[in-house]
């Protein structure tokens, strides 16, 4: 195992779902980094820092609800007392609601704009200082989702272009500091947050196996292949890339 991150801290946004999040956190501390996880509260979070400190690494479970700058901003306060400093942010935390646009409601709308680009901009904004103090990295999580139209998926869709663009900008912005920033835009992956979002489809079984398809290896991605991306870009072998997306999807785009 290479560690890339010895003696460095993480923090991750939307690492208690079992998914990419989780994979992240946990490759991240598999490689030398303290770690700390930020989700909403619940015990899994808990229990998923148990199991990195289990295995040798240092981990850090935070609650908080994206929803609240004061939350995030505190949040970040506590990555600061605990580890003394912070070099990576990791943005995974995302929700995805199914809607047309013609039946869309507010509040569905707001709630994803809300956790999916606004949070990931205010957890940028109070990691900023400490960021620069070290010359991190920030890892945002786009998608694929992006790039293509999707039947009730406006909403989603739209918030994972906004990410792209945010990423581009604040890496114009944060480059004076020291601040690498970067995004990986994933096809489908193999992960909870997939599996509730195929249960809505009108026939799921017949909605995974299209999924399947999309990609030009034939497989969805597995999480630890995404935390993969997410490693290199926050590594020194990209200490020259910032503002970029990297496709890890299995060569969904190259169809397209």
Same mark, same amino acid.
């Given at each position: 195992?290479?560690?890339?991150? %010895?003696? %460095? #801290? /993480? &923090? !991750?946004?939307? /690492?208690?779902?079992?998914?990419?999040?989780?994979? #992240? =956190?946990?490759?991240?501390?598999?490689?030398? $980094?303290? !770690?700390?996880? &930020?989700?909403?509260?619940? #015990?899994?979070? =808990?229990?998923?820092?148990?199991?990195?400190? $289990?295995?040798?690494? $240092?981990?850090?479970? !935070?609650? =908080?609800? @994206?929803?609240?700058? #004061?939350? +995030?901003?505190?949040?970040?306060?506590?990555?600061?007392?605990?580890?003394?400093?912070?070099?990576? &942010?990791?943005? +995974? /935390?995302? +929700?995805? @609601? @199914?809607?047309?646009v013609e039946e869309m409601q507010v509040s569905a709308w707001d709630r994803m704009m809300h956790i999916n680009v606004r949070a990931m901009a205010l957890t940028m904004k109070h990691a900023i200082p400490l960021l620069e103090r070290r010359g991190g990295a920030v890892g945002n999580m786009a998608s694929v989702a992006a790039f293509v139209g999707s039947v009730g998926y406006a909403a989603y869709v739209t918030t994972k272009g906004a990410v792209i663009s945010l990423t581009r900008s604040a890496a114009v912005e944060l480059a004076p500091l020291g601040i690498r920033v970067n995004a990986v835009a994933p096809g489908w992956v193999d992960t909870p947050f997939t599996d509730a979002g195929v249960a809505l489809a009108p026939d799921p079984e017949l909605a995974r196996a299209g999924a399947l398809t999309q990609h030009v290896l034939g497989r969805m991605a597995q999480p630890e292949e995404v935390a993969q991306g997410i490693a290199f870009l926050c590594s020194q072998a990209a200490a020259f890339i910032t503002g970029e997306t990297l496709f890890v999807d299995g060569g969904f785009m190259v169809k397209r």
């Open positions: 195992m290479m560690m890339r991150f %010895k003696g %460095k #801290t /993480a &923090l !991750v946004t939307g /690492a208690a779902g079992g998914g990419m999040g989780t994979a #992240t =956190a946990r490759l991240f501390a598999a490689e030398g $980094a303290n !770690v700390v996880l &930020l989700d909403l509260p619940t #015990t899994r979070g =808990a229990q998923i820092a148990d199991e990195i400190r $289990a295995g040798g690494g $240092a981990a850090l479970f !935070v609650p =908080a609800d @994206l929803l609240h700058e #004061t939350q +995030i901003s505190a949040a970040v306060q506590r990555v600061e007392q605990a580890f003394g400093g912070l070099d990576y &942010l990791i943005n +995974i /935390a995302g +929700i995805n @609601l @199914l809607c047309r």
